[in-house]
């Protein structure tokens, strides 16, 4: 997923994969607790992915802000 997808999306789509990827950054740690997890670069993927999501939303904020 990169910024360009995240921008054409609504902020009521981004919150909802905000959501979905916090659950399985939840449960990412819990398979890393439990040392179940195999692919340990997908906590730094899921990581980032939400801090991408976290700046688009912002920046539809101040655009948003900005315009009104």
């Excluded at 054409?8 to 819990?30: G, I, S």
């Excluded at 906590?43 to 904020?61: D, F, H, P, S, Y």
């Amino acid at each position: 997923m990169n910024a360009k997808e995240l921008g054409d999306k609504t902020p009521d789509q981004l919150r909802d994969e905000l959501v979905t990827l916090k659950k399985e950054a939840f449960n990412l740690r819990f398979q890393q607790a439990t040392g179940q997890l195999e692919n340990t670069a997908r906590i730094r993927e899921v990581r980032r992915n939400v801090a991408r999501i976290n700046t688009v939303l912002n920046q539809k904020a101040a655009a948003a802000a900005a315009d009104a």
